[in-house]
């Protein structure tokens, strides 16, 4: 299966620590999509990628928050000094964006983060 | 800004009923819209998706949705429920973006639960 695929699928730290998540997206899917889902709500969006550029972060992204996608394969989300609010589960998806209607987005099993 | 709102955080009905689940958007244009059903621990599966050719459209595993304007609707139905139904449901919008971002904004799901 050459799904869209997330390390860890869990990460459990202390309030404080850094962590640092992983995406793999379809291999050739060009357009690379991170959203923040908490319990009982719908995942919300918190950044977007075109192929190495990161061209649109949501207002929920504050300053401890910062993503990449080096050469436009992988992706990597951080986030420094986490806080209790921080837990979450972190969604990535991916999308092969060549047509003029909308790409289907394809989403990984996400990486559950739990901050003590 | 585009939204979706999902009437009803639980649902349950019993096996081989009829299954409703209720979506409105909000737009000031037809946007795409969009049902994904999430499995316990897994990511977002698409359903079916609404792109302004048909207004009822036909998904996976026995779903279907019809878009309503004069409703602003995009229920989700199905004639007979199956066990292997029970999950979270969630209704999406995405703007109408060429070769641009296509961020879903997702209503707070409804669970959906099958009495045997």
């Known amino acids: 299966d050459t799904g869209v695929s997330q390390d860890p699928r869990h990460k459990i730290t202390k309030r404080g620590q850094n962590v640092t998540f992983r995406c793999d997206p379809i291999s050739e899917h060009n357009r690379l999509y991170w959203y923040r889902q908490t319990l009982g709500q719908g995942p919300e969006f918190l950044t977007y990628?075109?192929?190495?550029?990161?061209?649109?972060k949501s207002r929920l992204l504050s300053d401890r928050f910062s993503a990449e996608r080096p050469k436009g394969s992988f992706s990597t989300l951080e986030i420094q000094r986490t806080e209790q609010g921080d837990s979450a589960m972190y969604l990535c998806a991916s999308s092969l964006g060549i047509w003029d209607f909308h790409n289907e987005q394809f989403f990984g099993p996400g990486t559950r983060l739990t901050v003590l | 800004a585009q939204s979706v709102t999902q009437l009803g955080s639980h649902v349950s009905v019993s096996e081989g009923a009829l299954v409703l689940l209720r979506c409105n958007y909000s737009s000031s244009v037809p946007p795409y819209l969009f049902w994904y059903v999430q499995y316990p621990n897994q990511g977002l599966q698409l359903l079916l998706k609404?792109?302004?050719?048909?207004?009822l459209v036909k998904g996976i595993n026995g779903f279907e949705a019809e878009f309503k304007k004069s409703e602003t609707s995009f229920h989700l139905t199905k004639p007979s429920a199956h066990m292997s139904d029970a999950a979270e449901y969630f209704c999406?919008?995405?703007?109408?973006?060429?070769?641009?971002?296509?961020?879903?904004?997702f209503g707070t799901g409804t669970r959906l639960t099958i009495i045997p």
């Open positions: 999406a919008v995405s703007p109408r973006s060429n070769f641009g971002n296509e961020k879903l904004t």
């Open positions: 990628f075109q192929n190495e550029a990161q061209l649109e």
């Open positions: 609404y792109t302004s050719a048909a207004t």
